[in-house]
């Protein structure tokens, strides 16, 4: 009997699930920073190097965490270059400069320092004309290497042999950090971390030769700054994401009909079927009408029309899927306000 129930249960909610399919559809979603309208002259440093008071820590930082002379330096800069080239690619600012940042550091290495001073940032602002500043706190690489050697048979003119083989692995973690300081306002508008994790294979019948395959190391640890820059750059502007929306499939024949019209793409057909029904004296289909008509307006771009459909099929119709609906159409709509004024910055 108790089995008998589970497969009723299992049933009834594959049939509940059945009622609706997704869609998944584009919407703009506001730049993560929004920076002050005033801010049109960018000012980039680097302050990742450690303070040289701290060098012994940085000395005891590179022998346990592997890393290759210069690494770290070659690494923040190639960063810097890829923000850089980001920054000028969008029109946000009408000039971009890198600024020497001799004697800037960090205080210890693979940790972010301490913000720098406002008269700090003032002078460097008033001395380059700049009216923002990008800084690139923070750049570490921190390395595991794990070695062994297993015994294997390899073939040789007369037959198989014993030999060793010998397999090196190396896990890199590439550490950086952000910030934008608004010298104006005084303001440390964004503090953003982020990591990347490397990993190196190598394997051969001698330490040498397995060894071989982990020196494209620094090259693959360049590349990642100058992506982990990019990626900064980009946090200043709006970007697409997918989202993925439920509508009713089942009802009526109108909606089956409106089902095939959508998979389709037609979704202004499907759209006139659906319309009618929400004049259907059926309650529960005409609150899925109703729901199904605010999905395809939020499609069309009609945010305020679309809130009015799901409203009106919750309020009416105790449609529960559209009381959620109203609440993410009215976040989404707060999100364009937002989008509204970036774009007028």
Same mark, same amino acid.
């Given at each position: 009997?108790?089995?008998?129930?589970?497969?009723?249960?299992?049933?009834?909610?594959?049939?509940?699930?059945?009622?609706?399919?997704?869609?998944?559809?584009?919407?703009?979603?506001?730049?993560?920073?929004?920076?002050?309208?005033?801010?049109?002259?960018?000012?980039?440093?680097?302050?990742?190097?450690?303070?040289?008071?701290?060098?012994?820590?940085?000395?005891?930082?590179?022998?346990?965490?592997?890393?290759?002379?210069? /690494?770290?330096?070659?690494?923040?800069?190639?960063?810097?270059?890829?923000?850089?080239?980001?920054?000028?690619?969008?029109?946000?600012?009408?000039?971009?400069?890198?600024?020497?940042?001799?004697?800037?550091?960090?205080?210890?290495?693979?940790?972010?320092?301490?913000? /720098?001073?406002?008269?700090?940032?003032? @002078?460097?602002?008033?001395?380059?004309?700049?009216?923002?500043?990008?800084?690139?706190?923070?750049?570490?690489?921190? &390395?595991?290497?794990?070695?062994?050697?297993?015994?294997?048979?390899?073939?040789?003119?007369?037959?198989?042999?014993?030999?060793?083989?010998?397999?090196?692995?190396?896990?890199?973690?590439?550490?950086?950090?952000?910030?934008?300081?608004?010298?104006?306002?005084?303001?440390?508008?964004?503090?953003?971390?982020?990591?990347?994790?490397?990993?190196?294979?190598?394997?051969?019948?001698?330490?040498?030769?397995?060894?071989?395959?982990?020196?494209?190391?620094?090259?693959?640890?360049?590349?990642?700054?100058?992506?982990?820059?990019?990626?900064?750059?980009?946090?200043?502007?709006?970007?697409? &994401?997918?989202?993925?929306?439920?509508?009713?499939?089942?009802?009526?024949?109108?909606?089956?009909?409106?089902?095939?019209?959508?998979?389709?793409?037609?979704?202004?057909?499907?759209?006139?079927?659906?319309?009618?029904?929400? @004049?259907?004296?059926?309650?529960?289909?005409?609150?899925?009408?109703?729901?199904?008509?605010?999905?395809? &307006?939020?499609?069309?771009?009609?945010?305020?029309?679309?809130?009015?459909?799901?409203?009106?099929?919750?309020?009416?119709?105790?449609?529960?899927?559209?009381?959620?609906?109203?609440?993410?159409?009215?976040?989404?709509?707060?999100?364009?306000?937002?989008?509204?004024? @970036?774009?007028?910055?």
């Amino acid at each position: 009997m108790k089995n008998l129930l589970f497969f009723i249960a299992v049933a009834i909610a594959f049939c509940s699930c059945a009622a609706t399919e997704h869609v998944r559809i584009s919407v703009i979603e506001p730049a993560p920073v929004t920076l002050p309208a005033y801010a049109k002259k960018a000012g980039i440093i680097d302050r990742s190097e450690t303070d040289p008071r701290n060098k012994v820590i940085e000395v005891v930082d590179k022998v346990f965490s592997l890393e290759g002379a210069q /690494l770290d330096k070659e690494g923040a800069a190639a960063s810097v270059d890829g923000l850089t080239a980001t920054l000028l690619k969008n029109d946000r600012f009408s000039s971009v400069k890198v600024i020497n940042s001799a004697g800037m550091y960090a205080s210890a290495p693979g940790v972010f320092p301490a913000p /720098l001073s406002w008269k700090e940032v003032e @002078q460097l602002c008033k001395k380059n004309n700049t009216d923002i500043l990008f800084a690139l706190e923070l750049f570490d690489t921190d &390395s595991k290497l794990s070695y062994n050697a297993s015994p294997v048979s390899v073939n040789t003119p007369l037959g198989k042999a014993p030999a060793i083989e010998h397999t090196a692995t190396l896990n890199t973690l590439v550490k950086t950090g952000w910030r934008i300081y608004d010298p104006a306002g005084k303001n440390i508008i964004d503090e953003f971390p982020l990591s990347s994790n490397l990993n190196f294979y190598g394997r051969g019948i001698n330490p040498a030769a397995a060894a071989a395959a982990l020196l494209s190391r620094k090259d693959a640890v360049k590349e990642t700054g100058i992506k982990a820059g990019e990626a900064y750059a980009l946090r200043i502007v709006p970007y697409y &994401s997918r989202v993925t929306r439920d509508y009713y499939v089942k009802g009526t024949d109108q909606f089956r009909t409106a089902r095939r019209k959508a998979q389709t793409g037609n979704w202004d057909g499907a759209a006139e079927l659906w319309q009618k029904e929400t @004049q259907n004296k059926d309650v529960k289909v005409a609150g899925r009408a109703c729901y199904n008509m605010a999905i395809i &307006s939020e499609i069309n771009g009609e945010l305020d029309e679309a809130i009015g459909w799901a409203q009106k099929a919750y309020e009416n119709y105790s449609n529960k899927l559209a009381l959620k609906y109203v609440k993410i159409l009215e976040n989404r709509k707060v999100k364009n306000e937002i989008l509204n004024d @970036q774009a007028k910055r």
